[in-house]
């Protein structure tokens, strides 16, 4: 290279991250947001419209007499859902100084960038990965413990690998920050306690990424994931612009959960989530996703029940227990390190898709990926997903265990 400026590094980063890379990248970073079906339909202006069948023609069918007056007409009982695009962006800055320093070391500025921008996909993946698990709110976990002042902070109901080493976080009272913009140096993940700058704050309260409820709007800014697809109505009245609970409900639109209230996981209690779904919605679940903590519990309690027998295949009586492809009963087990460690959630990826307007990717709209920072002495690029999470049919799609005994970390 004659020099680094914008035009050779943008000319480099193109040379390199095509679709193939970037989904490469993606795969290494993630367990289940890879796994999503990215659904044929795209949101556009406020969002992606469609119908849902909520009831069947109930009123309209039924045996009768040979000359008897047909049945009372009736009809599909259908309902208009709405799925709304959230934004996602990931930015990275360079300094005026480092890309004049690189002037003659052109190759190893390069590499160096390129590093910064494979391992920035690579974060920018885990945390949308991560959103899976949330429920679009923003809320990470909860304070354990009032803290005045302290530079331990003891959380709970929340999954501890979200936290990361470098993140800065708000904690939120009735919208009022009473941690605002503090760094994370340290995640102590089996006390579940985090590093930071000497704070205040009041128990119970709610632990944001910086700036992530802020100006939040009703359903949040993060994708919705696992937990708004299952719930009931019991967090969230509405789902998708339809009704979960109070007046005008539909039931069908309701999410399946079991709180399974510190118990261990057994063949029984898939078993039981398996036939909610079908019972309620006719569902096929063919995947399982957990920590790893709930696949050795399975693991510890399970296997010492099976009995061998020679020329035979293991079999506990109650099923086959988690085979070594990572199959219970014909559905997929994927350990994903950004599920919370007391749950198990059973879904179908024919109903829980990827609604993407724009898939993860460096933006280049003006023809270059690295932009002047306007005010500053500075270059930033930037990734950026345009895209939500959801389903036509919330029972049919997911089905979420919770609340399950863990064992020591």
Same mark, same amino acid.
């Given at each position: ?12 980063? $193109? ?6 890379? !970037? ?11 890879? @796994? ?69 070391? %052109?190759?190893?500025? &390069? ?9 920035? !996909? ?38 501890? +690998? ?14 009022? $920050? %009473? ?14 306690? !985090?590093?930071? &700058? ?46 979960? +609970? ?16 510190? &118990? ?32 050795? @519990? ?10 061998? %027998? ?22 997929? #087990? ?12 059973? #879904? ?23 932009? #002047? ?23 049919? &799609? ?12």
């Amino acid at each position: 290279m004659a020099g680094v400026d914008t035009t050779t590094i943008t000319n480099l980063v $193109k040379r390199v991250y095509t679709k193939d890379v !970037l989904e490469n990248l993606q795969n290494q970073a993630a367990d289940t947001w890879p @796994k999503l079906k990215k659904s044929s339909k795209k949101p556009n202006g406020e969002g992606l419209f469609g119908g849902n069948i909520s009831a069947g023609n109930q009123r309209g069918q039924g045996s009768q007499n040979e000359l008897e007056a047909l049945r009372t007409p009736g009809h599909q009982v259908t309902n208009q859902y709405k799925i709304v695009p959230k934004v996602f962006t990931h930015l990275i800055r360079l300094s005026g100084l480092s890309m004049d320093v690189a002037k003659g070391n %052109e190759d190893s500025f &390069a590499d160096n960038q390129t590093l910064q921008m494979d391992e920035g !996909l690579k974060d920018a993946t885990k945390e949308i990965n991560a959103q899976m698990f949330r429920d679009g709110s923003g809320k990470i976990a909860q304070v354990n413990g009032a803290i005045s002042p302290s530079t331990s902070l003891v959380y709970d109901h929340g999954c501890p +690998t979200h936290f990361k080493v470098g993140m800065f976080i708000d904690v939120l009272n009735s919208g009022t $920050k %009473e941690i605002d913009s503090v760094e994370i140096t340290d995640n102590d993940i089996p006390t579940q306690t !985090l590093t930071i &700058a000497s704070s205040t704050c009041t128990d119970d309260m709610w632990i944001y990424r910086e700036d992530t409820a802020d100006n939040a709007p009703t359903d949040g800014k993060e994708i919705a994931g696992f937990p708004r697809i299952t719930d009931d109505g019991s967090d969230v009245a509405t789902y998708e612009g339809i009704i979960r +609970t109070g007046a005008g409900y539909i039931s069908a639109w309701k999410g399946l959960e079991y709180a399974a209230g510190g &118990a261990n996981i057994s063949d029984d209690m898939l078993q039981q989530a398996c036939a909610r779904g079908k019972v309620y919605a006719g569902a096929k679940y063919n995947n399982i996703t957990s920590n790893t903590s709930q696949v050795r @519990k399975y693991i510890a309690l399970t296997l010492p029940s099976v009995k061998f %027998e020679p020329g035979k295949k293991r079999d506990s009586g109650a099923g086959k227990g988690v085979e070594a492809d990572g199959v219970w009963q014909g559905k997929t #087990w994927t350990i994903d390190t950004d599920c919370p460690f007391d749950e198990v959630i059973l #879904w179908n990826d024919e109903y829980v898709e990827r609604y993407d307007v724009r898939d993860l990717s460096f933006d280049d709209s003006d023809g270059k990926i690295l932009k #002047w920072d306007q005010g500053y002495d500075a270059f930033v690029m930037y990734a950026k997903h345009y895209g939500n999470v959801g389903t036509i049919h919330p029972r049919k &799609a997911a089905f979420r265990i919770t609340g399950l005994a863990t064992p020591t970390f």
